[in-house]
């Protein structure tokens, strides 16, 4: 038999509706795999026609505005204009896909006003967990971010909402949700009706959705050098994947659903790498069959008392160099390319440790290549790790908004390097 594994994701976490918004990342358990035929646990297609790719996809390029409509107004953003836009992107082996962000227009949009592309934390599979539907449904992981999203609106940004898992909603895989943020943002520069063709643009997320913005200002250079970023503003972003696995183990943990759903997530964009759904026994395929279309809380609950080793028909693990190269590809600590754009990142000393220790590492190496850095540190109050998470995005937020003011009127960006 061929051996191979693939890492469960998870995060240090309560099961609480707000800890679950604010999660603090994911981890990775390695599980055994064998030669087997079982298919990738997909997510059910959106029914509504606009999310599917069009027939001529591969003959445009990263960026292109492939549809776009007018969507009712969101209750949560009073005064704001909203469009659903479509545009080509590219998947973690580079093939073409198509992608979607949501496009918050200000009353009285002023001429040259910024952009932000806002990622949210979606830790989801089913596509009906996409922020462009969220938004309409008042999903807790949205709204959380409305005043913050508001103030931005109120000074007249427009703000763009990605949905940066893609198309299969590959919760886990990282790098792929940085190529879609930029896309997105090449997207709507290019729509003149949303007027935001010569507007400088920024970047802004946290946990799940700073890891996505992390990875989108490390790519820019490389995968979009023609973007100009005025800056990033991150916290709470887990950059490496392989040290949160080795830390999660094979037992039970109380955010294993996240854990599960992370390794459905990443077997959807590398189903040849890490086909780990021919390798569960029976109670793991129907917990993961469970999970395939479901949204944050209801995978949360369906993980819970859970375990990597309970889960597999066999826990011969940690000995595939294939698979655990896939878990490398998706952890920024480890990825050689550093952003070009300066960088404002901010998270509690006492939040996880290894969440805090690789991104402590992967600053450090971003200052040793010349980039412009400044760290927050945020005192929370050493809390429950996942408290510390939660409290450390309430308090880091409007220092990052106010970083984010200054880099897009052009002042020199300070570093703490």
């Known amino acids: 038999m061929t051996r191979q594994f693939l890492l469960f994701l998870s995060s240090r976490r309560s099961g609480s509706a707000q800890a679950l918004g604010a999660v603090c990342g994911v981890a990775l358990a390695l599980l055994l795999a064998v030669t087997a035929t079982a298919e990738p646990l997909y997510p059910r297609p959106d029914p509504d026609p606009f999310y599917a790719a069009p027939p001529d996809l591969a ?113 886990g895989a990282a790098r792929l949700g940085g190529q879609i943020v930029l896309d997105g943002i090449r997207a709507v520069k290019q729509l003149s009706a949303l007027g935001v063709q010569h507007s400088p643009a920024a970047l802004a997320g946290y946990s799940g959705g700073g ?71 029976p109670r793991g395929l129907e917990v993961g069959a469970e999970m395939a279309n479901s949204c944050a809380d209801e995978i949360l609950t369906a993980g819970i008392g859970g375990s990597a080793g309970e889960y597999v028909t066999d826990t011969s693990i940690f000995d595939s160099r294939e698979a655990r190269s896939v878990v490398e590809e998706n952890s920024l600590e480890l990825y050689a390319g550093v952003p070009e754009t300066p960088i404002f990142e901010w998270h509690s000393p006492d939040d996880n440790p290894i969440l805090v220790d ?28 996942e408290v510390e998470h939660l409290t450390a995005a309430v308090v880091g937020t409007p220092q990052a908004l106010l970083w984010l003011q200054a880099r897009v009127r052009g002042e020199p960006a300070p570093t703490t390097c």
């Open 59 to 171: 003959a445009h390029r990263p960026g292109d505005v492939l549809d776009a409509r007018p969507m009712p107004p969101v209750a949560i953003f009073p005064g704001a204009t909203v469009t659903l836009v479509k545009f080509r992107s590219t998947n973690s082996h580079g093939a073409p896909i198509a992608a979607t962000t949501t496009v918050l227009t200000p009353f009285g949009q002023g001429p040259g006003a910024p952009l932000l592309s806002y990622q949210h934390f979606i830790n989801s599979l089913g596509t009906q967990c996409a922020v462009s539907h969220a938004l309409y449904r008042g999903d807790r992981n949205v709204t959380v971010t409305m005043p913050i999203l508001n103030a931005v609106l109120a000074q007249g940004w427009t703000v763009a909402l990605p949905d940066h898992l893609g198309p299969y909603f590959a919760f």
């Open 211 to 281: 890891l996505a913005t992390a990875w989108a200002a490390a790519l820019q250079p490389s995968y979009a050098p023609d973007l100009e970023l005025a800056g990033a503003a991150f916290g709470g972003a887990p950059m490496n994947m392989v040290t949160m696995a080795e830390a999660l183990g094979l037992g039970p943990h109380r955010s294993f659903g996240l854990a599960m759903a992370a390794a459905i997530g990443l077997e959807r964009e590398y189903p040849d790498r890490l086909p780990i759904s021919s390798y569960l026994n």
């Open 358 to 385: 690789a991104t402590e590492n992967t600053l450090r190496r971003w200052c040793a290549a010349g980039v412009r850095v400044q760290t927050l540190r945020v005192p929370a109050g050493r809390q429950m790790p």
